[in-house]
């Protein structure tokens, strides 16, 4: 359905899980396609009945299924990017980025709507960016679409997808 983005959280190495259900979660990941998706590993918590249950997952286990599930979603969730060049988004300018804000972001050249591999020549982007977030991103959480071009603060804009990261999407005004 055009207009809505899903949305989830999944906890993987939950006591009982087996090497069969973690591949079945991955599966899942792959043909739901969530926009958003995190994973967190299971904590075992003294006096909980899922602490006292059979079947523990080792801890390593279970951070190297987090790390699995992450990267399935890194994949669906670079595609996903990909597919929203060229479009036109509403999203909530935030504020002016700031140069640690563009450079955790990873935005080092961009060209004809695509990120290359960062070299040791490539020159960040230069210039006044603004932080927004589409209707499906929680602040702080989700990726961002940086915009490259003048656009008030605080206010709801239109703006076309031009580039993008892993995680965020890169943009103009419409």
Same mark, same amino acid.
């Given at each position: 359905?055009?207009? %809505?983005?899903?949305?989830? +959280?999944? %906890? ?16 899942? %990941?792959?043909? +739901? ?18 602490? $006292?249950?059979?079947?523990? =997952? ?26 929203? =060049?060229?479009?036109? @988004?509403? =999203? @909530? =300018? ?6 640690? *804000?563009? +450079? ?12 290359? *591999? ?22 702080? %959480? ?14 709801? $804009? ?17």
């Amino acid at each position: 359905m055009p207009g %809505i983005a899903l949305r989830t +959280t999944f %906890i993987v190495g939950f006591p009982g899980e087996t090497e069969a259900c973690f591949e079945s979660l991955l599966e899942f %990941i792959r043909e +739901t396609r969530f926009e958003r998706l995190g994973v967190f590993a299971y904590s075992k918590e003294d006096g909980t009945r899922a602490g $006292a249950m059979a079947g523990q =997952v080792p801890d390593a286990a279970k951070l190297k299924r987090r790390q699995r599930a992450m990267a399935e979603q890194h994949r669906v969730a670079r595609e996903i990017s990909q597919a929203c =060049v060229g479009r036109v @988004l509403r =999203v @909530l =300018v935030e504020h002016e980025a700031t140069a640690k *804000e563009l +450079t955790s972001a990873k935005i080092h050249s961009w060209e004809h709507g695509l990120i290359r *591999e960062p070299t040791a020549d490539a020159q960040p982007w230069r210039g006044r960016f603004l932080v927004a977030r589409g209707e499906a991103d929680a602040p702080d %959480i989700d990726g961002r679409v940086y915009v490259r071009g003048p656009l008030p603060c605080g206010q709801f $804009a239109r703006v076309r997808v031009v580039g993008h990261t892993d995680y965020d999407l890169l943009a103009e005004p419409a």
